[in-house]
Protein backbone atom coordinates (compact mmCIF):
# COMPACT_ATOMS: atom_id res chain seq x y z
CA UNK A 1 0.00 0.00 0.00
CA UNK A 2 2.55 2.59 1.23
CA UNK A 3 5.17 1.82 -2.13
CA UNK A 4 1.55 2.92 -3.94
CA UNK A 5 0.84 5.80 -2.34
CA UNK A 6 4.70 7.07 -3.29
CA UNK A 7 3.75 7.36 -6.98
CA UNK A 8 0.64 9.95 -6.28
CA UNK A 9 2.81 12.97 -6.57
CA UNK A 10 4.52 11.36 -10.20
CA UNK A 11 1.04 10.82 -10.97
CA UNK A 12 -0.48 13.83 -10.07
CA UNK A 13 2.13 15.85 -12.27
CA UNK A 14 1.65 13.40 -15.31
CA UNK A 15 -2.49 13.98 -14.83
CA UNK A 16 -2.01 17.95 -14.80
CA UNK A 17 0.48 17.67 -17.91
CA UNK A 18 -2.34 15.80 -19.67
CA UNK A 19 -4.88 18.10 -19.07
CA UNK A 20 -2.90 21.29 -19.71
CA UNK A 21 -2.37 19.10 -23.60
CA UNK A 22 -5.74 18.45 -24.01
CA UNK A 23 -6.91 22.38 -22.89
CA UNK A 24 -4.32 23.82 -25.77
CA UNK A 25 -5.17 21.32 -28.38
CA UNK A 26 -8.88 22.72 -28.17
CA UNK A 27 -9.51 18.95 -27.20
CA UNK A 28 -10.93 19.76 -23.68
CA UNK A 29 -13.95 21.95 -24.46
CA UNK A 30 -13.96 19.68 -27.80
CA UNK A 31 -18.00 18.49 -27.36
CA UNK A 32 -18.67 22.28 -25.78
CA UNK A 33 -17.69 23.41 -29.35
CA UNK A 34 -19.97 21.18 -30.96
CA UNK A 35 -22.82 22.24 -29.31
CA UNK A 36 -22.60 25.97 -29.79
CA UNK A 37 -22.78 25.58 -33.79
CA UNK A 38 -20.63 27.99 -35.66
CA UNK A 39 -18.35 28.59 -32.80
CA UNK A 40 -15.05 29.78 -33.81
CA UNK A 41 -11.78 28.22 -35.02
CA UNK A 42 -8.88 28.19 -33.09
CA UNK A 43 -5.91 30.21 -34.52
CA UNK A 44 -2.31 31.91 -33.06
CA UNK A 45 -0.84 34.92 -32.06
CA UNK A 46 2.13 35.75 -30.85
CA UNK A 47 3.00 36.46 -26.85
CA UNK A 48 4.12 40.14 -28.25
CA UNK A 49 0.39 40.49 -29.21
CA UNK A 50 -0.75 39.94 -25.45
CA UNK A 51 1.89 41.08 -23.36
CA UNK A 52 1.97 45.31 -23.29
CA UNK A 53 4.97 45.92 -21.52
CA UNK A 54 8.18 44.49 -19.86
CA UNK A 55 9.32 45.59 -16.68
CA UNK A 56 12.65 44.34 -15.14
CA UNK A 57 14.61 45.00 -11.53
CA UNK A 58 18.37 45.60 -11.48
CA UNK A 59 21.24 43.66 -10.68
CA UNK A 60 22.91 44.51 -7.60
CA UNK A 61 24.89 43.29 -4.74
CA UNK A 62 22.89 42.29 -1.90
CA UNK A 63 22.88 40.51 1.67
CA UNK A 64 21.99 36.91 1.12
CA UNK A 65 18.73 36.99 3.33
CA UNK A 66 15.40 38.40 3.29
CA UNK A 67 14.54 41.61 4.42
CA UNK A 68 12.80 42.56 7.67
CA UNK A 69 10.14 44.76 7.32
CA UNK A 70 12.01 48.09 7.08
CA UNK A 71 14.46 46.84 4.85
CA UNK A 72 13.64 46.50 1.05
CA UNK A 73 14.12 43.09 -0.78
CA UNK A 74 14.79 41.73 -4.35
CA UNK A 75 13.07 38.39 -5.89
CA UNK A 76 15.21 35.31 -6.58
CA UNK A 77 14.31 33.31 -9.54
CA UNK A 78 13.48 30.49 -7.04
CA UNK A 79 10.68 33.29 -5.62
CA UNK A 80 8.99 31.82 -9.01
CA UNK A 81 9.91 28.53 -9.51
CA UNK A 82 7.85 26.34 -8.26
CA UNK A 83 4.28 27.07 -9.37
CA UNK A 84 3.61 29.72 -6.38
CA UNK A 85 4.70 32.83 -5.63
CA UNK A 86 7.30 32.48 -2.74
CA UNK A 87 8.09 35.80 -0.66
CA UNK A 88 10.42 34.58 1.43
CA UNK A 89 12.89 33.59 -1.80
CA UNK A 90 14.26 37.20 -1.43
CA UNK A 91 17.43 39.08 -0.88
CA UNK A 92 18.42 42.10 1.32
CA UNK A 93 18.87 45.70 -1.26
CA UNK A 94 21.70 48.13 0.33
CA UNK A 95 20.09 50.76 2.50
CA UNK A 96 21.83 53.04 -0.41
CA UNK A 97 20.12 51.91 -3.40
CA UNK A 98 16.45 53.39 -4.13
CA UNK A 99 14.57 50.98 -6.30
CA UNK A 100 12.35 52.61 -9.17
CA UNK A 101 8.56 52.41 -8.05
CA UNK A 102 7.58 50.23 -10.55
CA UNK A 103 9.68 47.87 -10.01
CA UNK A 104 7.75 47.24 -6.67
CA UNK A 105 6.00 43.89 -6.54
CA UNK A 106 1.81 43.83 -6.20
CA UNK A 107 -0.65 41.61 -5.79
CA UNK A 108 -1.69 40.58 -9.17
CA UNK A 109 1.37 40.85 -10.79
CA UNK A 110 1.98 38.59 -13.50
CA UNK A 111 6.05 37.20 -13.04
CA UNK A 112 8.41 35.31 -15.28
CA UNK A 113 11.58 34.36 -14.63
CA UNK A 114 14.13 34.76 -17.99
CA UNK A 115 16.73 33.08 -16.80
CA UNK A 116 17.49 29.57 -15.02
CA UNK A 117 18.10 25.68 -16.10
CA UNK A 118 16.08 24.65 -19.07
CA UNK A 119 13.88 23.03 -17.37
CA UNK A 120 12.97 26.15 -14.89
CA UNK A 121 13.36 29.45 -17.47
CA UNK A 122 10.50 30.72 -18.21
CA UNK A 123 8.47 29.86 -15.14
CA UNK A 124 5.60 31.84 -14.50
CA UNK A 125 3.09 33.03 -11.78
CA UNK A 126 0.49 35.29 -10.91
CA UNK A 127 1.33 36.99 -7.45
CA UNK A 128 -1.79 36.57 -5.06
CA UNK A 129 0.01 38.11 -1.80
CA UNK A 130 3.04 39.77 -0.94
CA UNK A 131 4.57 42.07 1.55
CA UNK A 132 5.18 46.09 0.60
CA UNK A 133 9.16 46.08 0.27
CA UNK A 134 9.42 43.45 -2.31
CA UNK A 135 10.87 44.77 -5.94
CA UNK A 136 11.71 42.47 -9.39
CA UNK A 137 15.74 42.42 -9.75
CA UNK A 138 16.95 41.32 -13.24
CA UNK A 139 16.18 37.90 -13.55
CA UNK A 140 12.30 38.05 -13.07
CA UNK A 141 10.45 40.32 -15.40
CA UNK A 142 6.87 41.76 -14.63
CA UNK A 143 4.84 41.29 -17.82
CA UNK A 144 2.46 43.86 -17.99
CA UNK A 145 -1.15 41.87 -19.48
CA UNK A 146 -4.76 42.56 -19.44
CA UNK A 147 -6.54 40.83 -16.38
CA UNK A 148 -8.76 38.38 -18.63
CA UNK A 149 -5.89 37.70 -19.99
CA UNK A 150 -3.24 36.30 -17.43
CA UNK A 151 -4.92 33.35 -16.63
CA UNK A 152 -4.59 31.76 -20.44
CA UNK A 153 -0.76 32.78 -20.66
CA UNK A 154 -0.49 31.07 -17.28
CA UNK A 155 -1.63 28.24 -17.82
CA UNK A 156 -0.35 27.74 -22.05
CA UNK A 157 3.41 28.47 -20.41
CA UNK A 158 3.01 26.10 -17.79
CA UNK A 159 1.94 23.61 -20.64
CA UNK A 160 3.68 21.13 -22.42
CA UNK A 161 3.36 23.09 -25.48
CA UNK A 162 4.27 26.55 -24.04
CA UNK A 163 7.35 24.53 -22.38
CA UNK A 164 8.30 23.21 -25.18
CA UNK A 165 8.18 27.35 -26.99
CA UNK A 166 10.41 29.00 -24.29
CA UNK A 167 12.68 25.68 -24.24
CA UNK A 168 13.71 26.40 -27.63
CA UNK A 169 13.35 29.63 -27.64
CA UNK A 170 15.85 30.08 -24.61
CA UNK A 171 19.61 30.56 -25.32
CA UNK A 172 22.83 29.93 -23.63
CA UNK A 173 25.47 27.42 -23.51
CA UNK A 174 25.37 26.10 -20.43
CA UNK A 175 23.10 23.61 -19.52
CA UNK A 176 22.77 25.26 -15.72
CA UNK A 177 21.56 28.33 -16.96
CA UNK A 178 19.49 29.57 -19.98
CA UNK A 179 18.29 33.21 -20.86
CA UNK A 180 14.92 34.10 -22.02
CA UNK A 181 15.12 37.06 -23.98
CA UNK A 182 12.49 39.91 -24.27
CA UNK A 183 12.31 39.60 -27.75
CA UNK A 184 11.98 35.66 -27.54
CA UNK A 185 9.30 35.46 -25.49
CA UNK A 186 7.30 37.81 -27.97
CA UNK A 187 7.53 35.95 -30.71
CA UNK A 188 6.31 32.79 -29.08
CA UNK A 189 2.85 31.40 -30.66
CA UNK A 190 -0.34 31.36 -28.36
CA UNK A 191 -3.17 29.32 -29.24
CA UNK A 192 -6.15 32.02 -29.73
CA UNK A 193 -9.94 31.29 -29.65
CA UNK A 194 -13.19 32.76 -28.33
CA UNK A 195 -13.34 35.18 -24.63
CA UNK A 196 -16.10 33.08 -24.06
CA UNK A 197 -14.13 29.22 -24.48
CA UNK A 198 -11.21 30.69 -23.22
CA UNK A 199 -12.79 31.35 -20.04
CA UNK A 200 -14.22 27.74 -20.18
CA UNK A 201 -11.07 25.83 -20.88
CA UNK A 202 -9.48 28.31 -17.92
CA UNK A 203 -12.33 26.89 -15.59
CA UNK A 204 -11.88 23.40 -16.62
CA UNK A 205 -8.40 23.24 -15.81
CA UNK A 206 -8.24 25.06 -12.38
CA UNK A 207 -11.52 22.82 -11.08
CA UNK A 208 -9.65 19.84 -12.58
CA UNK A 209 -6.46 20.84 -10.74
CA UNK A 210 -8.60 21.63 -7.80
CA UNK A 211 -9.42 18.15 -7.67
CA UNK A 212 -6.41 16.83 -7.63
CA UNK A 213 -4.79 18.24 -5.51
CA UNK A 214 -7.38 17.70 -3.38
CA UNK A 215 -6.74 13.81 -3.79
CA UNK A 216 -3.20 13.87 -3.98
CA UNK A 217 -3.39 15.63 0.03
CA UNK A 218 -5.22 12.46 0.94
CA UNK A 219 -2.99 10.10 -0.44
CA UNK A 220 -0.67 11.96 1.44
CA UNK A 221 -2.26 11.59 4.50
CA UNK A 222 -3.17 8.39 4.09
CA UNK A 223 0.64 7.80 3.25
CA UNK A 224 1.26 9.18 7.05
CA UNK A 225 -0.98 7.06 8.36
CA UNK A 226 0.18 3.98 6.26
CA UNK A 227 3.64 4.44 7.92
CA UNK A 228 2.45 4.72 11.48
CA UNK A 229 0.65 1.77 10.99
CA UNK A 230 2.94 -0.02 9.79
CA UNK A 231 5.12 0.53 12.40
CA UNK A 232 2.54 0.14 15.25
CA UNK A 233 1.95 -3.64 13.48
CA UNK A 234 6.11 -4.47 13.55
CA UNK A 235 5.88 -2.79 17.35
CA UNK A 236 3.07 -5.25 18.48
CA UNK A 237 4.87 -8.10 16.36
CA UNK A 238 7.78 -7.95 18.34
CA UNK A 239 6.38 -7.53 21.45
CA UNK A 240 3.80 -10.47 20.12
CA UNK A 241 0.61 -8.62 20.68
CA UNK A 242 -0.65 -9.71 16.92
CA UNK A 243 -1.66 -13.32 18.04
CA UNK A 244 -2.99 -14.71 20.62
CA UNK A 245 -0.63 -16.66 22.71
CA UNK A 246 -0.39 -20.81 22.83
CA UNK A 247 -0.20 -21.95 26.86
CA UNK A 248 1.96 -24.35 25.58
CA UNK A 249 4.39 -21.82 24.44
CA UNK A 250 7.44 -21.09 26.68
CA UNK A 251 6.89 -16.91 27.50
CA UNK A 252 9.42 -14.91 25.28
CA UNK A 253 11.14 -13.58 29.15
CA UNK A 254 12.20 -17.52 28.46
CA UNK A 255 13.03 -18.33 25.42
CA UNK A 256 14.84 -15.18 23.92
CA UNK A 257 18.19 -16.23 26.70
CA UNK A 258 17.71 -20.00 25.32
CA UNK A 259 18.32 -18.49 21.75
CA UNK A 260 21.11 -16.44 23.00
CA UNK A 261 22.70 -19.51 24.74
CA UNK A 262 22.41 -21.90 21.64
CA UNK A 263 23.63 -19.24 19.14
CA UNK A 264 27.30 -18.41 21.28
CA UNK A 265 27.47 -22.71 21.49
CA UNK A 266 27.33 -22.62 17.70
CA UNK A 267 29.45 -19.91 17.22
CA UNK A 268 32.89 -21.94 18.44
CA UNK A 269 32.19 -25.31 15.91
CA UNK A 270 31.26 -22.10 13.04
CA UNK A 271 34.88 -21.06 13.84
CA UNK A 272 36.37 -24.23 13.97
CA UNK A 273 34.54 -25.66 10.30
CA UNK A 274 35.25 -22.34 8.38
CA UNK A 275 39.14 -22.81 9.46
CA UNK A 276 39.65 -19.99 12.36
CA UNK A 277 40.36 -22.34 15.32
CA UNK A 278 43.30 -24.25 13.62
CA UNK A 279 46.67 -22.21 13.49
Known sequence: MAKHLDHVPRLVERFKQAILSAAFRGDLTRQWREARHGS??????????IIQSVVAGKNLRCEER?????????LEVSAVTWGNFDPLATKTLPNSFVPPPQTRVQVGDFLLSRANTLELVGAV?????????????????????????????????RSPAGRSAIEGAATGNQLSMRNLSQSA???IEVPWTSDEER??????????F????????????????VGRL????????FK???????????PASLLLPQIKAEGEARLPMKRFASGDAVR
Request: glycine share 4%; aromatic share 6%; no cysteine.
Open 40 to 49: PKWSHISAGT
Open 230 to 237: ERAILAKA
Open 210 to 225: AWVDRLASEAAGARKL
Open 125 to 157: VIVKETPPNLFLSDKILRLEIAEATKPWLLWFL
Open 240 to 250: GDLVSEDPRDE
Open 185 to 187: LRE
Open 66 to 74: PPNKEEKGV
Open 199 to 208: GEIIRRIETA
